[in-house]
């Protein structure tokens, strides 16, 4: 497929249009509450982060293969990791962890009404998130940001930029040629309808976690939001910018199995032409056929909204 016509393609350049703002920053390492041993003290980790039921939750990943390096091995060992298709994973509640992670971050979430998780990893024991916001949220998040610098010492910012927009959107450092986007197109009623020109469409970027409802901003020039995603507490928060909670019955099921079985998402972003969405979702090649699984399942339990797969691609095909 010619990249130009690929829904994934196409929306990472949308992403920076959107969210136009870019925050990288670090903390001291995360570690088991009970031990000074620190995760990922001597290399590097990918993290996937989900909030479910009032809970957030850390998966640290590694690939398959990584037990033949003899640190990894002795951290996996350790942390008493599990290999769950393809990937070693360790999975726990951030209120299970050494120090205060999952509050600072909930409540970064839950404030910014744009702000999305788009990275996070450790690499030498110490603990980095990217989040990715409207500028919109500008002068709150500046105050805020100089605020926790002063609160907590281990907070360092290792960057806050307006987005560079070089297509490096869930991107995790070490595993750039890892990631791959499986895209999928649902509608009302099994109608799936046509698509339509850009123009007309409503681009959005999802958060990858459920608290009320899925956290969703989109950007649109008609000045409403499409019913398919069956949007509730919808605000405007700069012109053409609207941020909402989907309480689509698909996506919150896809969303919800997602966190049950430890899949690892980086993200979802997607458009909407009239009366049907496509979906795309980035993710580490490892775990496509896992998500394939899940969404069968998904699909299964919602017969009147089946979604069809319109393309698996790799980070791989985009590049020139």
């Not at 290399?43 to 909030?51: C, G, H, L, N, Y």
């Not at 609207?242 to 309480?247: D, G, R």
């Not at 099921?253 to 980086?266: D, K, P």
Request: aromatic share 12%.
């Amino acid at each position: 497929m010619d990249k130009k016509n690929s829904h994934a393609y196409m929306g990472l350049k949308k992403i920076p249009e959107l969210l136009d703002l870019e925050i990288l920053v670090s903390r001291t390492g995360i570690g088991e509450s009970d031990s000074t041993f620190i995760w990922a003290s001597t290399f590097m980790a990918p993290e996937s982060i989900v909030m479910l039921d009032g809970q957030m939750f850390l998966n640290l990943f590694l690939p398959e293969g990584s037990e033949t390096d003899q640190e990894k091995k002795i951290f996996l060992n350790r942390v008493d990791a599990k290999l769950l298709d393809g990937l070693w994973q360790v999975r726990r509640r951030m209120d299970q962890l050494k120090g205060d992670y999952g509050g600072p971050l909930q409540f970064t979430l839950s404030t910014f009404r744009t702000a999305v998780v788009d990275q996070a990893y450790i690499r030498n024991g110490r603990a980095y998130v990217r989040l990715l916001m409207n500028s919109c949220d500008f002068d709150l998040y500046s105050r805020l940001m100089l605020r926790a610098i002063r609160e907590r010492k281990d907070l360092k910012i290792e960057y806050f930029r307006k987005s560079e927009g070089k297509n490096t959107n869930y991107l995790i450092p070490g595993l750039e040629e890892d990631l791959c986007f499986v895209t999928m197109k649902f509608g009302t009623g099994n109608q799936i309808s046509p698509s339509y020109e850009e123009d007309d469409q409503f681009f959005f970027i999802m958060a990858n976690f459920v608290e009320g409802g899925v956290k969703t901003i989109g950007r649109t020039k008609s000045g409403s939001v499409p019913q398919i995603l069956l949007p509730e507490e919808v605000s405007n928060p700069a012109e053409n910018v609207y941020t909402f909670k989907t309480n689509n019955k698909f996506v919150l099921s896809l969303m919800r199995q997602i966190a049950y079985q430890y899949a690892v998402i980086f993200g979802f972003y997607g458009t909407i032409s009239k009366d049907s969405a496509s979906l795309t979702a980035a993710i580490p090649k490892e775990q496509v056929q896992f998500f394939l699984k899940i969404l069968a399942s998904v699909s299964e339990e919602n017969g009147d909204c089946t979604p069809l797969v319109t393309e698996i691609m790799s980070i791989k095909d985009f590049q020139d």
